[in-house]
């Protein structure tokens, strides 16, 4: 049973807007979270992450926000960019195990 | 050049004909790990290693073995693949001793097909 979801495929953003990515889990027990941005034919390459114990982290463009109690997150990406378009993948770490979910196909429109 | 490695990027092959997949970073971690994507599954964690001579099952480790004689080194072997192995595998590793131990860098990808 998948323990981190990301329920939209594909989102489609105009340049300069912003892109919410979302992602749900369900092991209460997660201690870490991370965004992964993948191109076609690459490796994922990380984006940013959240310890379980912060509810928001900032980095440039990127946020991500954490609600514990909702087992949420989202990546909120501002202003987007054509450069953005790519594959983001949410994942959690317990005990040195790590679960992504299945990636939501981002397109900005320029 | 700080990068993750694996070879080959492309193999097709016959049910039941043993491979390895290599795997090699020249960064000095201690994790690496191994990650098959499908469609629909996302990335799902095969076996990681938390340092060498030390490995331990992912999520889906069934028809698979590891081993990590090297730090820098962790091969997947596949003994007697069949037909639902086919996908695109990923080897990833990061440092545990760092802040961002939890940011694995990935290599680029092998993409398995099994007749």
């Known amino acids: 049973d998948q323990q981190v979801k990301q329920n939209s495929p594909s989102l489609s953003v105009q340049e300069g807007r912003i892109s919410i990515l979302n992602c749900d889990y369900t092991?209460?027990?997660?201690?870490?979270f991370l965004w992964y941005k993948k191109y076609p034919a690459e490796g994922p390459t990380f984006l940013i992450s959240?310890?379980?114990?912060?509810d928001k982290n900032e980095d440039g463009r990127f946020t991500v926000f954490l609600n514990k109690s909702a087992k949420h997150l989202s990546l909120h990406i501002v202003p987007s960019q054509p450069g953005d378009s790519a594959v983001y993948f949410c994942a959690a770490d317990w005990g040195n195990q790590f679960y992504f979910g299945t990636g939501t196909s981002l397109t900005v429109i320029p | 050049e700080a990068q993750v490695t694996q070879n080959p990027r492309y193999l097709i092959t016959v049910t039941g004909k043993k491979l390895t997949v290599t795997c090699s970073q020249n960064m000095n971690h201690e994790y690496m790990s191994w990650y098959r994507q499908d469609p629909g599954l996302g990335l799902r964690q095969i076996y990681y290693?938390?340092?060498?001579?030390?490995?331990d099952k992912g999520d889906v480790p069934e028809g698979y073995k590891v081993s990590r004689k090297e730090k820098r080194n962790f091969p997947l072997i596949l003994e007697s693949p069949s037909p639902n192995q086919t996908s695109l595998y990923f080897c990833?590793?990061?440092?545990?001793?760092?802040?961002?131990?939890?940011?694995?860098?990935f290599g680029p990808g092998t993409r398995l097909t099994v007749l």
């Open positions: 290693s938390m340092n060498v001579e030390v490995t």
């Open positions: 990833a590793s990061s440092s545990p001793g760092t802040s961002a131990y939890n940011e694995q860098f």
């Open positions: 092991n209460s027990m997660f201690d870490y």
């Open positions: 959240i310890s379980s114990i912060k």
